[in-house]
């Protein structure tokens, strides 16, 4: 179970010149069998909104050489988790996602193809470092063991150790990610680039 967590930020918003605090999220605190785990800082479960079916849109940020490549709009991701388990063999996890990207920024000279390798690279690490800080604490911010239990029941039962199980957490889960430019309409405009600097 993963419940909000919420903090004050006091340099965001101004009346008068004057910080105006307001509330705002900041976190996830993780639950596994109603006990607690970890709390984990939004950037740390970066991941987890590409793996979320009701994430509707976000924004994709990609850098090139250590500045700022493109911006991307990334609609209704298409997220997988699938696990292959066979009798006698323990289970393999397999992560799946599929998304439609907009461009919203161009800062630099790039193909599509290149946009979209940069964005399967960004999207695939946001997902593996959220799954090592998933990894550290047994927190299963993916949900792994409760697909387990649903399309697997039998190997789940012989895999729980006390309610978990640990061999789902210690393991990398096979990835495959698929970004998808749908709309280049930047470069029709053949519009001229400022460097960024």
Do not use: C
């Not at 193809?113 to 998933?134: H, P, Q, T, W």
Request: proline residues 5%; hydrophobic residues 35%; aromatic residues 8%.
């Amino acid at each position: 179970m993963l419940l909000p967590s919420l903090g004050i930020s006091a340099d965001t918003w101004e009346v008068n010149r004057k910080p105006d605090p307001k509330l705002e999220m900041n976190g996830i605190y993780a639950l596994h069998n109603d006990v607690y785990k970890n709390w984990y800082s939004l950037t740390q479960v970066q991941g987890l909104k590409w793996m979320n079916h009701r994430n509707r849109t976000s924004r994709l940020i990609l850098q090139k050489n250590g500045k700022p490549l493109a911006t991307l709009r990334i609609t209704k991701p298409q997220p997988t988790i699938k696990i292959v388990a066979n009798n006698g063999s323990e289970p393999k996890v397999i992560f799946k996602v599929d998304m439609r990207a907009e461009m919203l920024e161009l800062w630099q000279t790039a193909d599509e193809k290149e946009l979209e390798k940069a964005a399967n690279e960004k999207v695939r690490g946001d997902i593996v470092a959220s799954f090592r800080y998933s990894l550290s604490n047994g927190a299963d911010l993916f949900n792994i063991e409760h697909v387990l239990y649903r399309k697997h029941f039998k190997q789940w039962k012989q895999l729980t150790n006390n309610g978990q199980i640990t061999y789902m957490h210690e393991q990398m889960p096979e990835m495959h990610v698929n970004v998808h430019l749908t709309d280049s309409g930047m470069y029709k405009l053949q519009r001229k680039l400022i460097p960024y600097d």
